[in-house]
T-cell receptor
Framework: QKEVEQDPGPLSVPEGAIVSLNCTYS??????FMWYRQYSRKGPELLMY????GNKEDGRFTAQVDKSSKYISLFIRDSQPSDSATYLC?????????FGKGNQVVVIP | DSGVTQTPKHLITATGQRVTLRCSPR?????VYWYQQSLDQGLQFLIQ???????AKGNILERFSAQQFPDLHSELNLSSLELGDSALYFC?????????????FGEGSWLTVV
C-alpha cells in the first residue's frame, strides 16, 4: 500500500469555480500535511501545511485534515487561470516528505 | 525564488554514462533531500543528508550515490545511466530536517538519457 494516494486525474474547471482535491494516507504516525503547487517543469512550492485535524485557511485556499479517516483535502475558491498548475499533497513522516502523484488543474477563463 | 540552487538545469547524456548533479541549499539550512520526479512514478524520495551525514534513504538505486560536503552543498551522482533514469531531479533543503513544514525545493535538473 502506498503511503500517500492521490488520484492523478486532470481537472478542468471554469474560472470562479471551486476546486476540490484530496488524498488519503496510510500511516497514522504522519504528523505534518502539506500541499505543494508545481508549475510546469518548475520546483514544487509549498502552498499550505497543517499539523492537526481541522481546517486551515489562507486567502482563497483551505486545507482540511481528517486524521481519523486519514484524509486530506485542498479547496480553492474563486479559482483563477493563474491557479492552473499541478497540486501535490505531501505527508511528513520518517524524516522525509512522501508525495501523492499530483492533480493537474486547468482553470479555463 | 526558494533559495535552493541546482545545476545544471538541463543535460542530455547517453546510456552508460555518469553525471553529477549539484545542489546548494538555502543559507542556514543543514539538511538536504534529493527527489526524482518522473511521469509515471511522481515525486520519489531518494536520500537525505543532515550536516554531512546520511540520515534517511528512500528508493535510491545502487547506481546512484550522493554526498553532502562540509560547505553543505550536495551532489547526486548517477552512473551507468539507463533510458529509464530520464527524469527531473530535485534537491530540497530545510534547517534541521526534524519537521516537514519548512522544506523548500530547487528548480530541478532535467536529465535526458538517450
Amino acid at each position: 500500500q502506498k503511503e500517500v494516494e492521490q488520484d492523478p486525474g486532470p481537472l478542468s474547471v471554469p474560472e470562479g469555480a471551486i476546486v476540490s482535491l484530496n488524498c488519503t494516507y496510510s500511516n497514522s504516525a504522519f504528523q505534518y500535511f502539506m500541499w505543494y503547487r508545481q508549475y510546469s517543469r518548475k520546483g514544487p512550492e509549498l502552498l499550505m501545511y497543517t499539523y492537526s485535524s481541522g481546517n486551515k485557511e489562507d486567502g482563497r485556499f483551505t486545507a482540511q485534515v481528517d486524521k481519523s479517516s486519514k484524509y486530506i483535502s485542498l479547496f480553492i475558491r474563486d479559482s483563477q487561470p493563474s491557479d492552473s498548475a499541478t497540486y501535490l499533497c505531501a505527508i511528513w513522516g520518517n524524516n522525509r516528505l512522501a508525495f501523492g502523484k499530483g492533480n493537474q488543474v486547468v482553470v479555463i477563463p | 525564488d526558494s533559495g535552493v540552487t541546482q545545476t545544471p538545469k538541463h543535460l542530455i547524456t547517453a546510456t552508460g554514462q555518469r553525471v553529477t548533479l549539484r545542489c546548494s541549499p538555502r543559507s542556514g539550512d543543514l539538511s538536504v533531500y534529493w527527489y526524482q520526479q518522473s511521469l509515471d512514478q511522481g515525486l520519489q524520495f531518494l536520500i537525505q543528508y543532515y550536516n554531512g551525514e546520511e540520515r534517511a534513504k528512500g528508493n535510491i538505486l545502487e547506481r546512484f550515490s550522493a554526498q553532502q560536503f562540509p560547505d553543505l552543498h550536495s551532489e547526486l551522482n548517477l552512473s551507468s545511466l539507463e533510458l529509464g533514469d530520464s527524469a527531473l531531479y530535485f534537491c530540497a533543503s530545510t534547517k534541521d530536517g526534524s519537521s516537514g513544514n519548512t522544506i523548500y525545493f530547487g528548480e530541478g535538473s532535467w536529465l535526458t538519457v538517450v
